[in-house]
């Protein structure tokens, strides 16, 4: 079984920064592509970003390219969201996920675990 946990999430000013984590346990993920993401209040979960655990391939959305950046520490089995230059619009609860198979891709329905969410709150 796969286990993932987010934390770092909290409340930050417009412009600021926050780093998420996903701590990863329970499985190899050299196969997997990991996503973060989000559901803001009254909006339908969204895709943020993605990267294949092994070589690094990333992808995001084109709402936070340029201010968001996904990486990941395989020693570490661990999977981050740096977010800077947040906006107001950037408030959601924040989700890990993890999907079999390398290839990325950006619908939800096919991430297979998720983490319980981190609430991320900028304020304007």
């Known amino acids: 079984q796969v286990q993932l946990v987010e934390s770092g999430g909290g409340l930050v000013q417009a412009g600021g920064s926050l780093r998420l984590s996903c701590a990863a346990s329970?499985?190899?993920?050299?196969?997997?592509?990991m996503g973060w993401f989000r559901q803001a209040p009254g909006k339908e979960r969204e895709f943020v970003a993605a990267i294949r655990w092994s070589g690094g391939s990333t992808y995001y959305a084109d709402s936070v390219k340029g201010r968001f950046t996904i990486s990941r520490d395989n020693a570490k089995n661990t999977v981050y969201l740096q977010m800077n230059s947040l906006k107001p619009e950037d408030t959601a609860v924040y989700y890990c996920?993890?999907?079999?198979?390398?290839?990325?891709?950006?619908?939800?329905?096919?991430?297979?675990?998720w983490g319980q969410g981190t609430q991320v709150t900028v304020s304007s």
């Open positions: 329970g499985r190899t993920f050299s196969a997997y592509a």
């Open positions: 996920a993890a999907k079999p198979g390398s290839t990325i891709i950006i619908l939800d329905k096919w991430y297979d675990y």
